[in-house]
């Protein structure tokens, strides 16, 4: 079973960047895909971004598009996620998840078609 654990949460300032990491055990992740999620207080979960495995296709939401990025890690056992220009509204707990079914540019935000979560790690931007 692959385990997923996220970190570089922490306090940020508005307009300033952070950069999270999510890495697998005991198995790499070159083979699912691989999505961020985050969840506000008294919201519901979402997708932020999507890499694909087969293609290194990406997908964004749209609040994050052109300020976050998402890639691979330097090892194939991590993948990261790039925030830049971040807001007080993209504080979140921010989660990784891994599924090795499809996605497209319709589902990749699914919840449902993640199977592997981590537990999350907080992100608070505050000015």
């Known amino acids: 079973q692959v385990q997923l654990v996220e970190s570089g949460g922490g306090l940020a300032t508005p307009g300033s960047s952070l950069r999270l990491s999510c890495a697998a055990s005991?198995?790499?992740?070159?083979?699912?895909?691989v999505a961020w999620f985050r969840q506000a207080p008294g919201k519901e979960r979402e997708g932020v971004a999507c890499?694909?495995?087969?293609?290194?296709?990406?997908y964004y939401a749209d609040s994050v598009k052109g300020r976050f990025t998402i890639s691979r890690g330097n090892d194939p056992t991590t993948v990261t996620l790039q925030m830049s220009s971040l807001a007080p509204e993209d504080t979140a707990v921010y989660y990784c998840?891994?599924?090795?079914?499809?996605?497209?540019?319709?589902?990749?935000?699914?919840?449902?078609?993640?199977?592997?979560w981590g537990k999350g790690t907080q992100v608070t931007v505050f000015s």
């Open positions: 890499l694909e495995s087969n293609n290194g296709q990406r």
């Open positions: 005991p198995y790499t992740l070159n083979s699912y895909n």
């Open positions: 998840a891994a599924t090795s079914l499809s996605t497209d540019g319709h589902t990749w935000s699914r919840r449902g078609l993640y199977a592997l």
